[in-house]
């Protein structure tokens, strides 16, 4: 059941993306016979070392959610938390099916819990939530209830978890995971009614059936009641929530490629930080090589399009040029900023949404700057100008931001080495359209 749960079924929940990393199917299919042989052979080392492809897939599965999490900006909060539960439970899964196969145990919890473990974090919090999330993108929810819904998933499902793993008792589950059982039962029951698509209930029914005995196996252990054994809530709940899984992976709608740049919304309000509170303040000053008309236009045309960098680092959409015009001040950019990610995935993207603050188009002088809205990683202003000093050009970029994401502040080291990068990739991209090579910084 775990290998079925783990190697087949999670990895088939992935249909509901198009365009999914060829990695990530190639990681799940080379490592399947392996996860047959861990699960045939006797426990020790040797099994458990025939189940780390389970961990491979679950840490490229879950660096591939990553991403499609920063990319999913228009998406309901609660959808892309949904999606993203469902690309860190098997992360825990694989742990369970290593650490069982190996002496039997996970966590201190003697099998069969520990490899139920394995197939609740794969189906449950993996491919079931995946396809929920496929389904709530193509219908409409019936009201207010339906996001709740999935509010109430995200945060009960790995709450249950938590309790069950601070069980005082390893067989009887305390009464904060009662409730929180209960909780997750009826998030998915919510959901269930709320759903706008009577096809999508008629596939997931077998689903109530399978969330009420999960909620009602809990309940009546903990308070001693007589209700089914684990060998007959696996035959029973178990193949309830398989079946329903299943069914609405199958018939799941695709999604299809996320756009990497978002919309130049004009209504999202500006948050231009200062230069007080900045975290990080650069000022550049790089020469583009010896002045003339030529090189200067082509720099020109590049400033004020706002193709400062190259398109392996950043995309952009213009508000400027949905509109068939030139660049403004006021005008909307939407932009993505590429982060690598592991081998065979695609980059992350940092959707960021800026405003142009200052713009200057002179015979021997041009200047962009914007200033950062509420749907920016971080909070501040950036400048860049290309003029002429005698018989050289020019660029000089003056910034300040500080992050205000979480994810960004987390990853702080890295992310300031990005943006510096970044700016050294836009640098290398204007000095190839002036046609200079090799220049130093000056000042």
């Not at 996860?35 to 591939?64: I, M, S």
């Not at 491919?127 to 998933?153: D, E, F, I």
């Not at 950062?372 to 300040?400: K, N």
Request: aromatic letters at 12%; one cysteine or more; hydrophobic letters at 50%.
């Amino acid at each position: 059941m775990a290998v079925f749960a783990f190697g087949v079924v999670l990895p088939w929940a992935q249909r509901s993306e198009a365009n999914q990393p060829r990695v990530l199917r190639w990681i799940a299919w080379a490592g399947l016979p392996f996860l047959l042989l861990a699960a045939g052979w006797e426990r020790g080392p040797a099994a458990a070392l025939w189940a780390l492809p389970a961990l491979v897939y679950a840490v490229w599965l879950c660096a591939h959610g990553a991403g499609r999490f920063l990319a999913a900006r228009d998406e309901g909060a609660a959808t892309r938390w949904l999606d993203a539960l469902a690309t860190t439970g098997p992360l825990v899964a694989a742990v369970a099916w290593i650490w069982s196969r190996f002496n039997g145990t996970f966590a201190g919890f003697p099998d069969p819990l520990a490899t139920l473990t394995t197939v609740h974090f794969a189906i449950t919090f993996g491919a079931l939530p995946t396809a929920m999330a496929a389904w709530t993108r193509q219908c409409v929810m019936k009201n207010r209830w339906g996001s709740l819904s999935l509010w109430g998933y995200v945060i009960s499902a790995p709450a249950t978890a938590l309790c069950f793993a601070l069980r005082s008792q390893p067989m009887i589950p305390g009464f904060a995971e009662v409730v929180a059982a209960t909780f997750f039962a009826t998030g998915f029951f919510v959901w269930w009614l709320a759903v706008d698509s009577c096809r999508a209930r008629w596939l997931a029914a077998p689903l109530l059936g399978g969330f009420a005995l999960g909620a009602g196996y809990t309940v009546t252990q903990h308070f001693g009641w007589p209700y089914l054994g684990i060998p007959g809530m696996l035959w029973v709940h178990g193949s309830l929530n398989l079946v329903g899984t299943a069914l609405l992976i199958g018939f799941a709608p695709v999604r299809g490629r996320l756009p990497v740049a978002p919309a130049p919304d004009p209504s999202v309000p500006l948050t231009p930080g200062s230069v007080e509170t900045a975290r990080f303040k650069d000022h550049h000053r790089r020469e583009l090589g010896q002045w003339s008309p030529e090189a200067f236009a082509r720099v020109r045309e590049a400033l004020l399009g706002y193709h400062f960098y190259p398109a392996t680092t950043m995309v952009r959409r213009a508000q400027f040029e949905d509109k068939h015009r030139a660049a403004q001040i006021g005008d909307r950019l939407g932009l993505g900023l590429f982060l690598p990610n592991l081998p065979g995935l695609n980059p992350l993207c940092l959707a960021a949404l800026v405003e142009i603050s200052d713009l200057a188009d002179e015979p021997e002088r041009v200047r962009l700057g914007y200033t950062t809205t509420r749907d920016h990683y971080g909070r501040g202003e950036w400048v860049a100008e290309v003029c002429r000093q005698d018989d050289r050009m020019v660029l000089e970029v003056r910034c300040h931001i500080r992050p205000s994401r979480w994810f960004v502040w987390c990853g702080l080291p890295l992310y300031r080495h990005f943006q510096l990068q970044a700016f050294h990739s836009g640098y290398a991209n204007l000095l190839r359209l002036a046609g200079a090579r090799g220049l130093s910084p000056i000042g």
